[in-house]
């Protein structure tokens, strides 16, 4: 029986030649990050018109903005894992939807303490989409462009907290402040069906997934259109074996239990913890 041949999707990822595909991952994050440094701003934007219109101290408005920064910071740090078990993509489309929904709901906030809740929850999900819309932009760059990129996708963010304020004065101006929520919202929401549409996985995600590899073999043939693979090509991180960890008694993973007695060996980790417990000896090979 023929053996499987293997590819290494990293050294795909590094010998790709100015791949039209890899540009199109970069352009999607880019833009994602001009809209989310609109929505990151956009409160800044219509907080004058706002206290104008509900005739409210300036300094009540304080703990709004110490809100949304406060759930930008939660989402960033507690919820972009989450990419790790769902996959980059799903995480920066939800977050999109989610804090596009809040946006636009923010723009028929009746009081103070609404408009704060609403900041605070759509802060959760722009804290989890930023990072994972890095990590999923510089996983398809060769080695030598991954701060280029990083670079590129920050100057996105600046311009659209830049830009944004601009256009949300023409808007607050002539249709009042809801508008400028509005438009970050529905931006928000529209990008997201583009980037369900047309935003790749990540590959490495995938892989570790498992069962993936027709997946795997359409995204490596878009970067590398002289790659060739079949349905018995199996795609692989190169340096990292699976590693079969195993239940003891006590019912916890313990990276330490290797052996396979005492406890129930079970391949089928979730995603995360196959990274977590990968070992670069196969003790337990596939």
Sequence with gaps: MRQPDTIDIGSVIETQASSWYSHLVVILCCVAMVIEGYDAQVLAYAAPAIIRDWNIEQSYFGPVFGAALFGYMLGATLLTGVSDKIGRKKVIVLGNVFFGLLTVA?????????LLALRFLAGLGLGSSIPSAIALAVEYAPEHHRAFRVSILFIGYTLGAALGGILSAALIVKFGWPSAFLLGGSGSLALALVLYLFLPESARFLALLGGKETEIAAIMRRLRPDLSSDHFTRFIIADHKTVYYCRPQD?????DEVSVHGGACAPDLPPLDRVRY????PLFPD
């Excluded at 923010?106 to 609404?114: G, H, I, M, R």
């Excluded at 019912?251 to 990276?255: F, L, S, T």
């Excluded at 990968?278 to 000896?281: E, K, L, P, T, Y």
Aim: hydrophobic share 35%; aromatic share 12%; glycine share 12%.
């Design 106 to 114: 923010s723009a028929f906030a009746p009081n103070l303490d609404v």
């Design 251 to 255: 019912g916890r993973w313990n990276p």
């Design 278 to 281: 990968q070992s670069h000896g």
